[in-house]
């Protein structure tokens, strides 16, 4: 079929196959800004500035004050459950109540975290879509591109019930994780999507190299879920403590066992990528561009922890600290497949 295609209509083959890794690239692209930008909405605490879903205070655009919101738009009786999932009597929720929340800034945070994720959904359906005219080459690109469609899918459903559970601290871990995978996914799509994918030379598996780039790759993401879970506490710490300012969050962080160590995590993350980068280094693999980017955003990674734990939970300190783990497991991630397909060369 792919030859046929391939010979009958070479300009839309072109199209669909040559330009595929372009738009998966592109697609993963959008899912990291997305992040940053749910960042943003979690450090500012805008995850409720929509209490609905699809629809925001029951418009598609939402108002800039409180006068602009229609009052019969507004499912009274979702809020009343919502409350008493919480421990609220659902009789003090009425519409006047919900209307003495809102918030314009919020508001509009969540409504752009919303706006981010169109072009990140039409960049994922196109690349399914075009990932179907591989099933002769890479049976396993149209397989991969339809599971980052379904977590683009799952991921907007968990979106809906974030906010119909009131931020529940659990779904908001999952949510992250699974964009996280969707990454992983979309960075794969745009690496393999071709003849032949970029490699390493065999000398990354020299060394203990590859072992340790796993090691390092398996605490980072460890080191994600638990830094999702101190996000939480900190989601909830602003809830409780807004009248006290940001630098004394830390000290209440520090009761939490799962705080301390991720703290502690993040020196056995800087060892790990001390010791990839150094051999990388040695090994010459021609990949410096990567293994150097991979060790700065660690270092990065640790001068943003300092400051949050010895400055304050700073909100543009929070978005960099979410938003640059994207790229870092990107990047390694990227590293190890290129290593990978160097041992498939040589079979």
């Known amino acids: 079929?792919?030859?046929?295609?391939?010979?009958?209509?070479?300009?839309?083959?072109?199209?669909?196959?040559?330009?595929?890794?372009?738009?998966?690239?592109?697609?993963?692209?959008?899912?990291?800004?997305?992040?940053?930008?749910?960042?943003?909405?979690?450090?500012?605490?805008?995850?409720?500035?929509c209490p609905d879903w699809p629809t925001c205070w029951g418009c598609l655009i939402p108002p800039t004050n409180a006068d602009q919101?229609?009052?019969?738009?507004?499912?009274i009786e979702k809020y009343r459950k919502r409350a008493a999932r919480h421990g609220v009597d659902p009789a003090t929720i009425t519409r006047d109540s919900?209307?003495?929340?809102?918030?314009?800034m919020h508001t509009w945070v969540e409504y752009?975290?919303?706006?981010?994720?169109?072009?990140?959904?039409?960049?994922?359906?196109?690349?399914?879509?075009?990932?179907?005219?591989?099933?002769?080459?890479?049976?396993?690109?149209?397989?991969?591109?339809?599971?980052a469609l379904f977590l683009l899918g799952l991921n907007a459903w968990m979106g809906a019930q974030i906010v119909f559970s009131g931020l529940k601290p659990g779904?908001?871990?999952?949510?992250?994780?699974?964009?996280?995978?969707?990454?992983?996914?979309l960075v794969f799509l745009a690496w393999r999507g071709c003849d032949k994918p970029w490699s390493l030379p065999k000398s990354c598996r020299e060394n203990g190299l590859a072992k340790i780039a796993i090691l390092l790759f398996v605490l980072i993401l460890a080191?994600?879920?638990?830094?999702?879970?101190?996000?939480?506490?900190?989601?909830?710490?602003?809830?409780?403590?807004?009248?006290?300012?940001?630098?004394?969050?830390?000290?209440?962080?520090?009761?939490?066992?799962t705080y301390l160590i991720h703290r502690s995590g993040s020196w056995a993350i800087l060892l790990a990528s001390i010791m990839?980068?150094?051999?990388?280094?040695?090994?010459?693999?021609?990949?410096?561009?990567?293994?150097?980017?991979?060790?700065?955003?660690?270092?990065?990674?640790?001068?943003?922890?300092?400051?949050?734990?010895?400055?304050?939970?700073?909100?543009?300190a929070q978005v960099f600290h979410i938003g640059l783990s994207s790229i870092l497991v990107s990047a390694l991630f990227l590293w190890l497949m290129g290593c990978y397909q160097s041992a498939r060369s040589e079979c």
């Open 276 to 316: 990839f980068f150094a051999r990388a280094k040695k090994n010459k693999t021609g990949a410096k561009v990567l293994e150097s980017l991979v060790l700065g955003i660690v270092l990065s990674q640790m001068c943003l922890g300092l400051i949050l734990s010895h400055v304050g939970i700073l909100p543009i």
């Open 1 to 49: 079929m792919t030859a046929g295609l391939a010979d009958r209509l070479p300009w839309l083959y072109e199209f669909f196959v040559t330009r595929f890794q372009k738009v998966a690239a592109a697609a993963s692209v959008a899912l990291i800004l997305l992040i940053f930008v749910g960042a943003i909405v979690r450090a500012t605490g805008s995850g409720m500035g």
């Open 223 to 257: 080191e994600g879920v638990l830094g999702s879970q101190v996000r939480e506490k900190t989601d909830a710490l602003q809830k409780s403590h807004s009248a006290a300012p940001r630098s004394e969050w830390a000290g209440e962080l520090e009761q939490s066992p």
């Open 171 to 185: 779904i908001i871990t999952i949510h992250m994780a699974l964009a996280i995978l969707m990454l992983c996914l």
């Open 69 to 75: 919101i229609d009052v019969n738009k507004l499912d």
């Open 98 to 104: 919900v209307i003495k929340e809102f918030n314009p």
């Open 112 to 147: 752009l975290n919303r706006l981010t994720s169109l072009p990140l959904g039409l960049l994922t359906l196109a690349t399914f879509i075009m990932a179907q005219w591989q099933w002769r080459k890479r049976p396993v690109i149209p397989i991969v591109a339809a599971l």
